[in-house]
C-alpha cells in the first residue's frame, strides 16, 4: 500500500479543471467542488483516481481533468515510492 502524505507533502504542477454545464437544478456559474484520492507515480502522474465525495452527474468528467494534474514533492527530491493523498477540485458550471 503506498504511504498516505498530507498536502504540505506534495504540491501540484499543473492543474486542469473541468469543464462542466449545469445539470439538473444547478445554474451557470455555481461554484462546485469534488474530492479525489490520487495515487502517484514515481514521476508525479496520477495513476489511480477515485472519486471520495462528487455529485454523481460531475464525476467522470472531474477524474478526466484529474487525469491531466501533475504533482512533485515540495522539497523536490524524485517520490521514493507511489504516493496517495486526497486533493478538492473547485470549479465553477459554465
Not at 25 to 45: E, H, M, N, W, Y
Not at 62 to 78: C, D, I, K, S
Request: with cysteine; aromatic share 6%.
Amino acid at each position: 500500500m503506498a504511504p498516505r502524505l498530507d498536502g504540505a507533502d506534495v504540491r501540484v504542477t499543473t492543474r486542469v479543471l473541468p469543464e462542466l454545464r449545469a445539470q439538473g437544478s444547478d445554474q451557470p456559474g455555481d461554484p462546485k467542488a469534488c474530492r479525489l484520492q490520487f495515487i502517484i507515480d514515481t514521476v508525479g502522474t496520477p495513476v489511480d483516481i477515485t472519486v471520495v465525495d462528487c455529485q454523481e452527474e460531475y464525476a467522470e468528467q472531474v477524474v478526466l481533468a484529474g487525469q491531466e494534474w501533475r504533482f512533485e514533492p515540495h522539497n523536490g527530491t524524485a517520490f521514493p515510492s507511489r504516493v496517495r493523498i486526497v486533493r478538492e477540485i473547485r470549479f465553477n458550471l459554465q
